[in-house]
């Protein structure tokens, strides 16, 4: 089945321990993005990678870190994790190219608390 | 830089009709596309406009016109599941999708 996994689900955790939220897709997408979503502000956009080794910040890139280093997965990271950063976060992949709809899947979701 | 407006929310009854609106200001346009979110749940994919003009997809529908920087959702015969969030995405430069707050769609008997 094409699909975006994303782990964990479910996350409570303490201000300043790093973690790391991972997303695999198998769908051999070159387009993978990260978005957190909270109340009132809609789907907001963390990072993006256009492909292996290649990332790109989004509008809301401060406190997260992305890598890429296979097409699979792009995992994000939180090296300090402060109460703001308590969201749900989406992975979502998709083909890259032009001339027509490049649709977004998305991952389940991860709800993330800092406390 | 973009701006994408759409109503917070709305109440409908079911078996109506309800049109959501979706305004936009970007630059390097490349389409727009609407979602559905179930509460909880992941967006899923309902339509993507590039033209202007009507796309049907059953009970759903989708315009677009350009040139006014407007887009708009119409969903028939409202059934009590599709009480959601409506997302309007504006495709930009590279097709990196930029999203609206959402619209939450409440459907009432």
């Known amino acids: 089945e094409a699909q975006v996994t994303q782990n964990p689900r479910y996350l409570i955790t303490v201000t300043g321990k790093k973690l790391t939220v991972t997303c695999s897709q198998n769908m051999n997408h070159e387009y993978m993005s990260w978005y957190r979503q909270d109340p009132g502000l809609g789907l907001r956009q963390i990072y993006y990678s256009m492909n292996v080794e290649v990332t790109d910040k989004g509008d809301v890139p401060e406190g997260y870190k992305v890598s890429r280093k296979e097409k699979r997965n792009f995992p994000l990271i939180l090296e300090s994790p402060s109460p703001n950063q308590t969201s749900l976060y989406f992975c979502a992949s998709s083909h890259q190219g032009a001339g027509g709809a490049n649709v977004l899947t998305f991952g389940a979701g991860s709800r993330l608390t800092v406390l | 830089g973009q701006n994408i407006d759409q109503p917070t929310e709305m109440t409908a009854t079911e078996g109506a009709i309800v049109q959501i609106n979706c305004t936009y200001q970007?630059?390097?346009?490349?389409?727009l596309f609407w979602y559905q979110q179930h509460a909880g749940e992941a967006p899923t994919f309902l339509s993507y406009n590039v033209l202007d003009g009507l796309e049907e997809k059953g009970r759903f529908s989708s315009f677009l016109s350009r040139s006014k920087g407007y887009s708009y959702l119409l969903l028939k015969e409202l059934q009590m599941k599709d009480s959601a969030s409506y997302l309007c995405a504006v495709g930009r430069g590279s097709y990196i999708p930029t999203f609206g707050r959402g619209t939450s769609l409440i459907v009432h008997p």
């Open positions: 970007t630059s390097g346009f490349n389409g």
